[in-house]
Nanobody, 120 residues
Framework: VQLQAFGGGLVQAGGALRLSCAAS????????MGWFRQAPEKEREFVAC????????NYAGSVKGRFTISRDNDKNTAYLQMNSLKPEDTAVYYC??????????????WGQGTQVTVSS
């Protein structure tokens, strides 16, 4: 499956952004979807994931209560709504498709990343 993430940008602290991840090539609903991020000079880290039917989701502690992951299987798209953004949320955000919610190794396919910059 091919994934394309978009929707990043520059936003002030306290603001919001919605990232989208458009999938093509295979049956979107066959995959768990995840979002990861990588800040400069840091390792890539898990942000959120959502199960195939969109019922089950999981979040990193640092974003819980501020970010919401969702998906629309009819549109082959996953979303990450990010509210109350903080400067420490600045990173390149990646979407990924895999077999289960987990770390990076759970995901077979990755998008190209979209930059999110939060100014203080």
């Amino acid at each position: 499956v091919q994934l394309q993430a978009f929707g990043g940008g520059l936003v002030q602290a306290g603001g919001a952004l919605r990232l989208s991840c458009a999938a093509s090539g295979r049956t979107f609903s066959d995959y768990t979807m995840g979002w990861f991020r990588q800040a400069p000079e840091k390792e890539r880290e898990f942000v959120a994931c959502i199960g195939r039917k969109g019922v089950v989701s999981n979040y990193a502690g640092s974003v819980k209560g501020r970010f919401t992951i969702s998906r629309d299987n009819d549109k082959n798209t996953a979303y990450l709504q990010m509210n109350s953004l903080k400067p420490e949320d600045t990173a390149v955000y990646y979407c990924a498709a895999g077999d289960y919610c987990g770390g990076s190794s759970a995901y077979k396919y990755w998008g190209q990343g979209t930059q999110v910059t939060v100014s203080s």
